[in-house]
């Protein structure tokens, strides 16, 4: 109930000036208060010492399946499989059956998510109707009724005059644009990245210039039309520089990358494990390595998961024709705070933001920062607890998950949303 009182007591605070040991008292689904020595008869008291109580994190790159794909995931499972991984606002993709390109898909995703439980659903919206990359959704009602962005995500806007035209209307109607960026006919048939790997492995390469071109091109017409834009999941070092380049120029551009890029690399693929398919596809160490220093040095703004969880049926076929995709929530927190964190590459405060007010503020969210009068949305996590991964426990519908048996550093207690425990505790 969001009318009970919570009181996590001990834990180190993370807070938008620093981190802090402070009690919280969640009360009526608020951040009633935080301060020290703080006492509440009734309260559920939460010993959180030797932990850190930070914002529920913020996910603004998932696809939770549902319309038409319930077999993979549905909005309950997805909700509760990201509570599992400390998320509380999570940010759906379109690419549903039908596609999530009109309101009525839109309010039904929101109100799926209003029954499903406390964590926050934001539905982004198609940039082009059926995902077809031809004519235009209606970013006025489509931000109208609760888009919280427009995405093709899963397939690139081909046609730049459309692009170019989806980032100035969306920019009129103040709904941000996200650009998955694959030229496909740079693909060409690929199935893993292009280097040393494939060509041992016997698998077509897809070229790094099919991400890093249409990194270019969006970078390019939000830089010209003067709009802003938001590059999912980056997968190389020259994406990655591209941006960069474009940032010092002023262009109001953002980006994001997703934990199995900064923890795996192609080499992964030598077992042939379809779970390791996913696209863009896992790339050289090199580019490992790039893109947790442009992490570290901010041209890579935030850490979103691309969780994509599939069925088994869709998986457990040759590496060909396997779908792409890794289930992600349950392992991002860990993945991240083990790479980055445990590896000496970012302060805890960092990563914090990097999973919380950043994205919250690429997309206007009103999440990611623990302050009182806010929504009581906080995840509380044991920083040297270590864990090992077993997808067959996974609350999400998807167990397709390259992690298995891997350790990792830092796990989520609780995750609390609005006021009330979404998970932990029992
Ligand atoms: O690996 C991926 N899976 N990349 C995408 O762009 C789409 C996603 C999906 O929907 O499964
Ligand atoms: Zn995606």
């Not at 309010?107 to 995902?131: D, H, M």
């Not at 996590?381 to 992690?403: L, Q, T, Y």
Request: net charge negative; hydrophobic share 40%.
């Amino acid at each position: 109930m969001s009318g009970d009182k919570i009181l996590v007591k001990g834990g180190q605070a993370v807070l938008p000036d620093g981190i802090k040991e402070l009690d919280i008292l969640v009360s009526e689904g608020r951040i009633a208060k935080i301060g020290r020595d703080l006492e509440c008869g009734g309260a559920r008291v939460i010993d959180a010492s030797g932990m850190y109580a930070a914002p529920g994190l913020v996910d603004i790159h998932c696809h939770l399946r549902e319309p038409g794909y319930e077999e993979k995931e549905d909005i309950a499972s997805g909700a509760a499989a990201a509570a599992r991984g400390g998320f509380t606002s999570i940010c759906c993709m379109p690419n549903t059956n039908p596609v999530n390109d009109n309101a009525v898909v839109t309010e039904f995703i929101r109100k799926k998510a209003s029954i499903a439980g406390p964590v926050r659903v934001y539905p982004i919206a198609a940039i082009t109707k059926g995902l077809e990359g031809e004519e235009l959704t209606e970013a006025g009602e489509l931000a109208e009724s609760g888009a919280t962005a427009l995405s093709d995500d899963g397939r690139c806007v081909k046609n730049a005059q459309k692009m170019r035209l989806a980032l100035c209307y969306a920019k009129r109607f103040g709904i941000k644009i996200i650009s998955h960026p694959e030229d496909t006919d740079l693909v060409n048939g690929g199935l893993m990245n292009e280097g040393s790997w494939s060509t041992a492995l016997g698998l077509p390469g897809i070229t790094r210039a099919a991400e890093e071109v249409m990194i270019a091109r969006d970078c390019m017409l939000a830089e010209i039309e003067n709009t802003g834009v938001h590059i999912a999941h980056v997968s190389t070092a020259g994406g990655a520089r591209i941006i960069k380049e474009a940032k010092e120029r002023g262009a109001a551009v953002t980006c994001e990358t997703a934990p199995h890029y900064i923890y795996a690399s192609d080499e992964w693929v030598k077992s042939y494990d379809t779970f390791t398919k996913v696209n863009p596809p896992l790339r050289t160490e090199e580019d490992r390595k790039a893109l947790i220093k442009a992490l570290a040095d901010g041209t890579i703004d935030c850490i979103a998961t691309d969780h994509a969880p599939h069925h088994i049926d869709d998986k457990n076929v040759e590496y060909a024709i396997a779908a792409n995709g890794i289930s992600g929530f349950e392992t991002a927190f860990g993945i991240c705070w083990t790479v980055l964190v445990k590896g000496g590459f970012m302060t805890p405060e960092k990563l914090f933001a990097k999973m919380t007010s950043a994205p919250a503020a690429i997309l206007g969210l009103d999440a990611g920062t623990l302050e009182e009068g806010r929504s009581a949305d906080l995840v509380i996590i044991a920083p040297d607890e270590k864990w090992v991964v077993d997808p067959s426990k996974f609350v999400s519908k998807g167990h397709n998950s390259p992690f298995g048996g891997c350790e990792l550093t830092g796990a989520v207690k609780y995750t609390i949303a609005g006021g009330q425990i979404a998970y932990g505790g029992k």
